[in-house]
């Protein structure tokens, strides 16, 4: 992927926060910069059609609790710890 210069004018807070994270990911601060353009930019993304039609649904295998969302919550981010860690060392 080709990329392209640009200048970005972010809070004296916002940037220290980007130093922090590149200095205990391991990783260049312009890496992060990089990464939440891009989340940003696929969040903000909108979808020539819907992802699914009216008539179609999912099964995701039943009722979801209460508690079952806290485990997949819980579960999601101690992986990405488990991986942030892995990565600064």
Partial sequence: M??????????????????????????????????????????????GEPFVSDEETFDLGGPVDKGGIRAAVTEGYEERERRNRGRAA
């Fill in 2 to 47: 080709a990329l392209k210069r640009t200048n970005v004018y972010a809070e004296d807070s916002d940037l220290a926060l980007i130093k922090e994270a590149a200095a205990r990911l391991g990783v260049a601060e312009a890496e992060i910069i990089r990464e939440g353009i891009h989340r940003i930019a696929l969040a903000h993304r909108v979808w």
